[in-house]
């Protein structure tokens, strides 16, 4: 039995980090983690992060290069990096989170604590869930993909002003926005709905319920069904649009007759007009683009009852 007590073999995992992610707390923290990590039975190198881009190629290189797991370690951006990093390999390690960006939604979805400890508790207790993965065109999204002049927040506001002030950033960026919002015509191919044909808002494609800090968002968004649950936005004026936007942060929007709302494995959305995607709060080039749900695509450590239970053992034998 190892120094953590719990019978694990020695493992090699490749952990990929943001130096510049949340309050930069992984520059502080990362002696602390790679410890812990090392007295769990994981020996673990490093990969910092050095510009867009570069944490899809060291994933992709640490699968190549045989890791038994990879740990992303940053904010959704980081992670929307790294997994598309590992989606496009037919066999693919099991992915650890340790969520120390600005807003986390994924992390918060699926229930990986926001403490890094616990986090990294998660990892060593090497208890796995598989989940779906969304495929947008060439690439890959965790939680949520979506279209519209609102989605265009999260990669318009500055990464610094991210970091000083969290989500007050996004709320800054939303009402300076409003003022030139236009609704766009699309067309709308579902699998099991039929086509639609709407002048829309923002659509949303979303893999688990967390979105935009939006706990209630998509209330009965699943991470391992195979589908996903599709929100629309009709054409609607400011007064409209903030009476929705109210009625969503207590979850009791879907209902509303601006909204529509289903759920599908395959969607196809076109227009005639430029309109960016929004993929994991990064920018995800254009319309027109196809989605794909990616049943059981990916594993990642998250078993909130399997880390109950190392914990437990924790108690009983080594204190980790």
Known sequence: MDEAGVGLAVKRARLIYNPTSGREEIRRRLPDILQRLERGGIETSCHATTGEGDATV???EAIERGFDMIIAAGGDGTLYEVINGMARHEKRPPLGILPLGTTNDFARAVGIPKHWEYAVDLIVAQ???TIDLGQANDRYFINIAGGGSLTELSYEVPSKLKTMIGQLAYYMKGIEKMVNFRPTKV????????EIHEKIMLFLICNSNSVGGFERLAPDASIDDGLFEVIILKKC???????VATLALRGEHLNDPLIMHFRSRHIKVTTEDH????LDGE???TLPCTFTALKGHLEIFVDEQGIASYRKRLIAGTQL
């Not at 309109?275 to 929004?278: A, I, S």
């Open 58 to 60: 060291a994933a992709s």
């Open 127 to 129: 208890y796995k869930r």
């Open 187 to 194: 067309r709308i191919e579902a699998e099991g709905v039929g």
């Open 237 to 243: 004026n400011l007064a409209e649009f903030l009476r």
């Open 275 to 278: 309109v960016q995607l929004n």
């Open 283 to 285: 920018y995800g080039g």
